[in-house]
């Protein structure tokens, strides 16, 4: 059974400061791990998507990598903005399973401060 | 134009209500998903529904059942409420079972 944790919980920053989050999973035989942002009453909105074949993904500030040997992943925000505030959550599938079997972690809430 | 839209966004009910939540995207996805998510954030999945294949998630009671009257909706009904049952209900698609996830903005469930 796959379980997925990120670490810290809650992590505050000062405006325009670079930032990683962290994401690690138990099981290395994943089929792809995504990345979220969840605003407070709101939904969850798709960052970033990595295959289990890839190394990293990058969408304008956001740079997203993983390694599966480790069972890790990280988000890295450069130059972050108050927008950025919002909860993290990366979620993995294991291989031969789709969504169905996607496993979310807790998050990190992240908070910048002006 | 709201991807995946889902109704209401709050509900209010008794213990022993039987009630429902609608789901609908434009995304023209023939995956269709339900997530709760308790009062500690976690998010689980309960059910996907792909080209009416349904899965369930073992450990969703059985008073909870998902319906599917075409591909862009997947609505979910919940009989005899229970307290426990209070949560926040996220529908979700994607295109196939192993694209990217498209989440409404979820539906906020308070048993009495």
């Known amino acids: 059974k796959q379980e997925v944790t990120q670490i810290p919980a809650a992590l505050s920053v000062p405006e325009g400061e670079n930032l990683v989050l962290n994401c690690s999973f138990t099981?290395?035989?994943?089929?792809?791990l995504q990345w979220f942002r969840q605003d407070p009453g709101k939904g969850l909105t798709s960052l970033l998507l990595i295959q289990s074949s890839q190394r990293e993904q990058t969408s304008g500030r956001l740079n997203a990598s993983l390694d599966k040997s480790s069972g890790r992943s990280t988000l890295y925000i450069a130059a972050s903005q108050p927008g950025d505030s919002a909860t993290y959550l990366c979620a993995s599938s294991i291989s031969n399973f789709g969504n169905e079997k996607l496993t979310f972690g807790t998050g990190t809430r992240l908070t910048i401060i002006p | 134009d709201t991807a995946v839209s889902q109704t209401p966004k709050y509900l209010v009910t008794q213990m022993g209500n039987d009630k429902s939540i609608k789901c609908e995207q434009n995304l023209g996805h023939d995956t269709m998903y339900w997530y709760k998510q308790d009062s500690k954030k976690f998010l689980k999945i309960m059910f996907s529904?792909?080209?009416?294949?349904?899965?369930i998630n073992e450990t969703v009671p059985n008073r909870f059942s998902p319906k599917s009257p075409d591909k862009a909706h997947l609505n979910l009904h919940i009989n005899s409420l229970e307290l426990g049952d209070s949560a926040v209900y996220f529908c979700a698609s994607s295109r196939g079972p192993v694209g990217e996830l498209f989440f409404g903005e979820g539906s906020r469930l308070t048993v009495l």
């Open positions: 529904y792909n080209n009416k294949e349904l899965i």
């Open positions: 099981d290395s035989a994943i089929y792809n």
